[in-house]
């Protein structure tokens, strides 16, 4: 590909918008002020310019400005939550509860904080998915059945973009006396959110074309949710998050919350507009293509697919210029098959053979039609160049 990228990661970043980094940048040399130095004006002015994104950041989910605490982004706040309600359990007891519940889906920051709960003694519980990457509300109520501390599930996968059915599962959780936590960096900006029985929500701000280095963690205040903090300093945030806030990040961040809130549902049609084409394009070449995951509860904007015959890997080598996504993790220089397509049941194979394809604001009809192009053409001439290989 010689023209310019196309940019199809949005799950993994999204670009800065415009209107964010103009609203960010007076913050970075003009009005610089710590915003706990309210003793002076300039501190004031700044303080002030937190409180106002703070209330962006809390109406984008519904909830209430100071259920609100800055973290540097998604993976802190999902650690802060699990690990903070955990200790906080632990140090000032809980009745014995000590079974922390996720699934099998979640990103890596999240089954990572569960299972390290175990050296602190707790029972991490890990829950399948079936073959569209959905938990069965069955399965989460006979874990539920064993005294449980904290569930923790995502709203939105970020490989396969399936949503969960996030009011059903805290219902449950909230009638089993446990504590409920999402992590929604996925979700903000591409579905309607509500803590609404919700515990604990995650944010992240480069998720909807906010800065990165910026996110936040929702924790309920009626009833009170406490967290044992992660981090021990000056006392910012409610005593959960230490430090001197970010403020340009942090204005960023509820400017680009603001504006998430508007066009949500005309983006969301125009969005699975494009994704429906490409499909359409790619399966019409490649009839062995395979979807992964539901398509009927599934974020507009995504779409993860097993190629013919052909590893993801390689097709993003050939094309240099097509911006896209294998789904993998990196483990040690190495790429390791995606958990989460090995969870919902493909074998090694066929997760090396998937794609997650992520589209967003910037991506055009042109965008897509050249993408599709270019993939069944990489396809073809992969697949054959493997035929032709001596044995």
Known sequence: MTEDPIYLDFHATTPCDARVLAAMLPWFAEAYGNAHSVEHAMGRVAAAAVAEAREAVAALIGAEPREIVFTSGATEANNLAILGAARHAARYGDGG????????????????????????????????????????????????????LLVSVMSVNNETGVVQDIEALAALTREAGALFHTDAAQAAGRIALSVAGIDLLSLSGHKIYGPKGIG?????????????????????ERGLRPGTLPVPLIVGFGEACRLAATGLAAEATRLAGLRDALLVALRAAMPAL??????????????????????????????????????????????????VLRAMGLSEDEARRSLRVGLGRTTSQRDIARAATAIIDTVATLAGATTAAPA
Request: with cysteine; glycine share 8%; charged share 20%.
């Open 97 to 148: 509860r000590r079974r922390v519940v996720s699934v099998a889906t979640e990103h890596e920051c999240v089954l990572g904080a569960v299972r390290a709960l175990a050296d602190e003694g707790f029972e991490p519980v890990i829950l399948p998915v079936d073959q569209d990457g959905l938990l069965d509300p069955a399965a989460l109520r006979a874990a539920l059945r064993v005294p449980t």
């Open 216 to 236: 936040a963690l929702y924790v309920r205040r009626r009833p009170r949710v406490r967290l044992a903090p992660l981090l021990h300093g000056g006392g910012q």
């Open 290 to 339: 395979r979807v992964n995951g539901s398509m009927t509860r599934r974020v507009a904007g995504n779409l993860n697919v097993t190629l013919p015959g052909v590893e993801a890997a390689a097709l993003m080598r050939a094309l240099p210029g097509l911006c896209l996504s294998s789904g993998s993790a990196c483990s040690s220089a190495e790429l390791a098959p995606s958990h």
